[in-house]
């Protein structure tokens, strides 16, 4: 775990295993690759962005303080 560790976003990573025959794991991780974000869109304000599944935390704020 301490090799996969990153100063600032901990141990967050996700794995996926594709199991079968034949397959061109090279071709497969370059079109996964791609998907990944650039470091300038990681750095972009997120706020700016729609999330159309948004978390009700303004909701569970209130909540809270009732």
Known sequence: MKARWDERWG???????FIGIGMD???LE???????LTAE??????KQ??????????????AGQE
């Open 41 to 46: 869109e990681m750095s972009q304000d997120w």
């Open 30 to 36: 370059a079109r996964l690759d791609r998907c990944l």
């Open 49 to 62: 962005f729609n999330n159309p599944l948004p978390w009700p935390t303004e909701e569970l704020l209130a």
């Open 25 to 27: 794991r090279a071709a």
């Open 11 to 17: 141990d967050r990573m996700n794995e996926i295993v």
